[in-house]
C-alpha cells in the first residue's frame, strides 16, 4: 500500500490536472464565442464570450495570449452585444453595449452599428400599436320636421243653462264673454 501522503500528492495533482483541463483560457474563450457567433450558436457564443470577458475585462488590439501570439481584435463586448442580438435579447445587448463604451477601447462605429441592429430589432419586436376602429361617418343630420301650427278651432263652449246641466253655446256667443 502507498504511504497516505503519496496518495494525497496524487489524487490533488490529478484533480488540479482535470480543473486546468476544463478551464479553457480566456483567449481560447474567445476564439471559440466567435466560431459559435459565425455559426449561428448566439447561446453557446454568450457563454463562451461572457466567460472571456470575466477572465479578461478588457478589451484592445494586439492583445498577448502568450509567448508571441496575439490577439489582433479583442473586443468581447461587441461581439456579446451580437450574440445578444442574434438570441433576441434586448437588455442583454444593451448592457453589452454599455460596458463596451465604459471601456473606451472597442471601436465606437461598431458600436454605433450593433445599436442600430438593437433598435431595428426593438421595433420588430414591439407589439403593433392598436389599431382604432375605422370611424364611420356619421349620417347627415335629418332635416327636422316642420312645425306643425295647430290652428285654433272653434269648439262649442260649454255653458251652464240651469244649475246641474249643461249646454252647448254657439260660436258667437262664446265670443261676447
Known amino acids: ?20 483541463a476544463r478551464a479553457a483560457e480566456w483567449y481560447e474563450s474567445y476564439q471559440e464565442g466567435m466560431k459559435a457567433l459565425a455559426q449561428g450558436q448566439p447561446a453557446r457564443a454568450l457563454s463562451l464570450l461572457e466567460q472571456a470577458a470575466g477572465q479578461r475585462p478588457q478589451p484592445g488590439r494586439n492583445v498577448i495570449t502568450y509567448g508571441t501570439n496575439v490577439v489582433e481584435r479583442y473586443y468581447p463586448y461587441l461581439h456579446l452585444a451580437e450574440a445578444y442580438v442574434q438570441a433576441r435579447d434586448l437588455a442583454g445587448a444593451r448592457s453589452a453595449l454599455k460596458r463596451s463604451e465604459s471601456w473606451g477601447r472597442e471601436p465606437a ?26 370611424v364611420r361617418a356619421s349620417p347627415p343630420p335629418r332635416e327636422a320636421p316642420a312645425e306643425i301650427v295647430v290652428a285654433p278651432t272653434l269648439a262649442p263652449a260649454v255653458v251652464p243653462t240651469t244649475p246641474g246641466t249643461l249646454a252647448t253655446a254657439p260660436p258667437a256667443a262664446r265670443a261676447n264673454r
Do not use: K
Not at 500500500?1 to 490536472?17: E, G, Q
Not at 458600436?111 to 433598435?119: E, F, G, P, S, T
Open 1 to 20: 500500500m502507498l504511504p497516505r501522503w503519496l496518495l494525497a500528492a496524487v489524487l490533488c495533482s490529478i484533480l488540479t490536472f482535470a480543473a486546468q
Open 109 to 134: 462605429e461598431e458600436r454605433r452599428r450593433l445599436a442600430a441592429q438593437v433598435d431595428e430589432l426593438a421595433a420588430r419586436l414591439a407589439p403593433p400599436l392598436p389599431v382604432a376602429p375605422p
